[in-house]
């Protein structure tokens, strides 16, 4: 039931001075902040986070495609050349400016948190969500700006991952579990 899920705020969020706004609706949520800090990434760092992982590269090269089949553009790059050049500009972008790692834990929070942050490319994101109230990117603009797309966000995927990717951000002793005082509420 205790599931962890860890979320970034990019350095596009840092930047336009949302903190606080961001945090708020990730604490609406139910689920509990164990762990927050700010960081400065370094290559080290952001090189962990977005690992040179085959799975992840195409992945991020596949939905890339498909996005730009969805408008009738064609891309010649294939998937894993697509998500090389991603990560190399993801990497870029963590490094632009400081970020802030947050660890969220209770039920669901991998599926619940994807949920609130919305969909990849903001344009196409649902409003309410956070990508979608909060920016305007598209693949193809930062595609054109060979730069990230400015998401605001990043929250993991997966059980494995969160796991993985909370131990890159956070030590062991900089996790603080504790009882919210709203807990028998949301649990019963
Ligand atoms: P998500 O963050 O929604 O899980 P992905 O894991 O597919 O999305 O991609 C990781 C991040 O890489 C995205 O949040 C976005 O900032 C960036 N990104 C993905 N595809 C592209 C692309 N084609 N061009 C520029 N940036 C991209
Ligand atoms: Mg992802």
């Known amino acids: 039931m205790k599931e962890r899920t860890l979320i970034l705020l990019k350095p596009d969020a840092v930047q336009r001075a949302i903190i606080g706004e961001l945090l708020q609706r990730f604490e609406k949520t139910g689920l509990k902040i164990i762990g927050l800090k700010m960081v400065q990434a370094t290559d080290a760092i952001a090189g962990e986070h977005y690992a040179n992982d085959e799975a992840w590269l195409l992945s991020v090269g596949e939905k890339t495609k498909k996005s730009y089949e969805s408008k009738g553009l064609k891309l010649d790059k294939t998937p894993h050349e697509l998500g090389q050049n991603v990560r190399q500009m993801l990497i870029a972008f963590l490094k632009s400016s400081p970020t802030v790692a947050v660890c969220l834990e209770g039920h669901g929070a991998i599926e619940k948190i994807r949920s609130v942050i ?17 920016s305007l990117d598209s693949y193809q603009l930062a595609d054109t700006k060979r730069r990230a797309i400015t998401n605001l966000v990043h929250a993991s995927d997966s059980k494995d991952n969160a796991e993985r990717e909370i131990k890159i951000w956070f030590k062991s002793d900089e996790l603080c579990p504790y009882e919210r005082v709203d807990e028998f509420l949301l649990y019963g």
Not at 122 to 130: C, E, Q, V
């Open 118 to 134: 919305g969909s990849t490319a903001p344009i196409a994101a649902t409003p309410g969500t956070i990508r979608g109230d909060y």
